[in-house]
């Protein structure tokens, strides 16, 4: 199930849209918690201010600042001394203040014993009043009366003088803060309050619930659009994988439709080019074997149709075996240039062509091809010349490779010119660090429908006229074979009744 692409790619959405609305869950209920907490404690010492100021003339607490900086500070301070803060109001009952006027070591707490507290708020605080060893002397819930916390760790933070606030994890969770009182710069005693944190918890819990809700709704809408969007993605991989079989199976004419311009659109038509290049393969391996089968087949038939005639009598005639034998030898030797050329293409293809390059003069080397074929042209009728070239041209080639190249097109362009016709071989540099060597024929040309696939092996343009020369096809394609292997380029320009261009290139001494 999970081996399916389209399953991976919905999961991974899925799993995305879970990570992305957990980190922003989690970030939204953090900052939310912290708010509230610090809002809560920002009361709580609101509370603790009014507490003190109503409960100890005189007194300040630490941890806060009570200097005016803004008018709103100030307002801020007028406040407190009016012993209110937005809702929070505290009302004594039996307090018994001392006198004003009273010496900061004459400072005791004791009076706060009978005192009966009430917190005006709609806030559940207890608030504790401590004195400096200790012991609480005043409860509004009335319950640690005498009690002491100086073991209690925010209890004996504040009488060290520092404020100290913690929260407490628990089946109720809870907010205390304990805050030192100063009297004249003396501590004369701590503010402890507590307070549930009940409504924090609520709400917490009530987003928590949404965000897993709203995540369930995202979850199952992500789900729908990705089950959509991964059918759109998978479907062009399948057709791929069913056409990719079909072509394993021997179905080159196997296509898949690339409408789209994305990544798959473009594997689709890379699909499409490969699977005509492999029928076009086969085409042409299937027509290799068919040629290579006939020309074998035509010399060994006419060679064992001689020597069967010579084991039937013909031999005692001198001349006819003579004449027997030297069409034997000549079938022969055309067996053997012809497995030789395959032998060469069958390098070509697998890259093992051994070329020994060396740097060489192009204007000789195609001097000596030209002198070579000039017999040949003066039989045919033909002139053969070289342009002049007022500079040597080096390359970095293999001379025979080279001269069996030129040799070729030369031989090519003499076969299928007119009598009286002229071969002109030109050398010029050519692009691209390279040198360009031209042989031109002003013979038969070749057709239009015809020049696309000259150079294909075994290919004729004219069947019947390179069937009378004994040519086999392949002289083209080798040359093309070993001017690649070179890594230059052949190509053919050519008009039917003009004549023919042959071009190719050679890298030069670099």
Known sequence: MFSSLRIKLLLSHLAVIILAMGLSGALLLSFLERYFLEAIEDSLIAQAQITAQTLIPGATIAGADTTPQTAEDAATVNVLQQRRVSNISVQTQNLAVPETGVTVGDVDLSYLADTLLELG????????????KGA??????????????????????????????????????????????FVGGKLVGVVYLSQPLT???????????????????????????????????????????????????????????ARSRDELGQLSRAFNAMTARLRAARQMQTDFVA??????????????????????????????????????????????RLVNDLLLLSRA?????????????????????????????????????????????PVWADRDRVAQVLVNLLDNAIKYSKPGGEVTVSVSPGPEHTVLIEVRDRGIGIPADALPRVGERFYRADKARSRAHGGSGLGLAI????????????????????????????PVVS
């Open 121 to 132: 708020t709609q806030l559940e605080t207890r608030i504790r009043v401590v004195d400096v």
């Open 136 to 181: 609480v002397v005043l409860d509004s819930w009335n319950a640690d009366l005498g009690v002491n916390l100086s073991a209690d760790a925010l209890v004996a933070q504040a009488l060290g003088g520092q404020y100290a606030s913690h929260v407490e994890r628990g089946a109720v969770d809870a907010m205390s803060v304990a805050l030192p009182a």
């Open 199 to 257: 409504d924090v918890t609520t709400v917490v819990r009530d987003l928590r619930g949404r965000l897993l809700l709203s995540t369930i709704i995202a979850l199952l809408l992500s789900g729908i659009v990705g089950l959509v969007f991964s059918r759109a993605i998978t479907r062009p991989v399948r057709r791929l994988t069913e056409a990719a079989g079909a072509v394993a199976q021997g179905h080159f004419d196997t296509r898949v439709p």
């Open 291 to 336: 040629n290579v089968s006939h020309e074998l087949r035509t010399p060994l038939t006419s060679i064992k149709g001689m020597v069967e005639t010579l084991r039937a009598g013909a031999v005692e005639d001198l001349d006819v075996r003579d004449r027997f034998l030297g069409t034997v030898e000549s079938e022969t030797d055309r067996l053997i």
């Open 349 to 393: 293809d697998s890259e093992a062509l051994n070329l020994r390059r060396e740097a060489m003069d192009a204007v000789a080397l195609v001097r000596v091809a030209v002198e070579r074929m000039t017999p040949q042209a003066d039989n045919a009728g033909v002139r053969l010349r070289l342009s002049p070239t007022t500079a040597a041209l």
């Open 479 to 506: 040359a093309q074979a070993l001017v690649e292997a070179h890594g230059g380029k052949l190509w053919l320009e050519s008009r039917e009744g003009e004549g023919t261009t042959a071009r190719f290139t050679l």
